[in-house]
């Protein structure tokens, strides 16, 4: 395996988790000066902007030629959010799920894995798939803002107003969402490039890669704004972000690849990971709905969402390991 790629991909995470951090800042505080409401920040900017990184990363992945990595990080993300994050999150505090409108896109987003599951089953995603999703996409984005308009009380909202008291300045908030944006497209390159030489040395597919190391570093932006979020008490900010990330990652990270290139999918994408990433959006939706008792999470459930993550990790390292011959030779 080549040093300097792992040198690289440990200091490019390092860059990316904290451009994306002031990416987000920047633009949050941005649209609260220009007016936006406060539930529409948490929905779009807070939960859609943390994963700008997946976005960017995957799209160079596809121009690349890299597909699995492309892929292999959206769905890869979407397990880590829910199995890796909220696990920990609800270890630390129990989740309690307050918002209505957090409520009511836990079903849009089992929807859009189901619609992901229908376009994949042929193992090919088309450029027309891709524009299907982007299509569920932009229109997720007008219902959005006309909840947060017909919603104005939610709880969401209210923590997001009391998180944005003091936004930054106009110009300090151009300033962070630009060198945010900057940094972020220059670290999601050069981590592309890490990633394809480590699968290279291991004589791994680019899926596996995708779905562990890239994966989860993408993901962290998503980690420390959570954790933040429930030691402030702030639950529902914790759970929109993750709800918000995982219907960017599946509609517009992998609708935004599939544009720049049709992508060819491996069987066990199907049978494995869109099976588990499945798996877990139903058990979060349960919960969110309080269908066998209150809306929350709590520690027994996270405890259970970070087996569900070491199991599946693990395997897929195993994979790994077997695809090297460093397991079981």
Same mark, same amino acid.
């Given at each position: ?126 450029? $027309?798939?891709?524009?299907?999703? &982007?299509? /569920?996409?932009?229109?997720? %984005?007008?219902?959005? *803002?006309?909840?947060? !308009? @017909? ?122 990971? $869109?099976?588990?990433?499945?798996? &877990?959006? /139903?058990?979060?939706?349960? %919960?969110?709905?309080? *269908?066998?008792?209150? !809306? @929350? ?33």
């Amino acid at each position: 395996m080549s040093l300097t790629a792992v040198v690289a991909i440990v200091a490019v995470l390092a860059v990316l988790i904290w451009s994306a951090d002031k990416f987000v800042l920047g633009a949050a505080s941005l649209a609260r000066r220009l007016g936006m409401a406060p539930l529409l920040i948490g929905m779009l900017i807070i939960g859609f902007g943390t994963s700008a990184p997946e976005m960017i990363v995957s799209a160079f992945a596809s121009w690349q030629g890299n597909p699995g990595i492309a892929l292999g990080n959206a769905y890869g993300s979407n397990i880590v959010n829910i199995a890796l994050i909220l696990g920990l999150t609800a270890l630390i505090s129990p989740i309690a799920v307050q918002s209505s409108v957090v409520r009511r896109e836990m079903p849009v987003l089992l929807g859009v894995t189901a619609l992901t599951v229908v376009l994949l089953w042929n193992l090919h995603l088309s450029r $027309l798939d891709a524009l299907i999703l &982007l299509a /569920v996409f932009v229109a997720l %984005v007008g219902w959005s *803002i006309y909840e947060s !308009a @017909r919603s104005p009380d939610d709880p969401l909202g209210a923590e997001v107003a009391a998180e944005m008291a003091q936004p930054l300045t106009i110009r300090m908030a151009l300033l962070w969402t630009l060198l945010g944006l900057v940094l972020l497209i220059i670290s999601s390159r050069a981590l592309v490039w890490g990633a394809v030489e480590i699968a290279t040395s291991l004589g791994v597919s680019d899926l596996i890669i995708g779905l562990t190391i890239v994966a989860i570093g993408t993901s962290l932006p998503e980690l420390a704004s959570s954790i933040a979020a429930i030691r402030r008490n702030e639950h529902d900010i914790a759970l929109g972000n993750i709800v918000g990330s995982n219907l960017f990652n599946t509609l517009a990270v992998v609708g935004i690849a599939g544009v720049i290139g049709p992508i060819e999918a491996p069987p066990e994408i199907l049978t494995r990971d $869109l099976a588990v990433m499945s798996a &877990l959006t /139903v058990a979060l939706l349960v %919960v969110c709905l309080g *269908i066998r008792g209150p !809306a @929350r999470i709590n520690r027994i459930e996270g405890a259970l969402l970070l087996a569900v993550f070491v199991g599946y990790t693990g395997y897929l390292i195993t994979t790994v390991g077997s695809a090297a011959g460093i397991v079981g030779g």
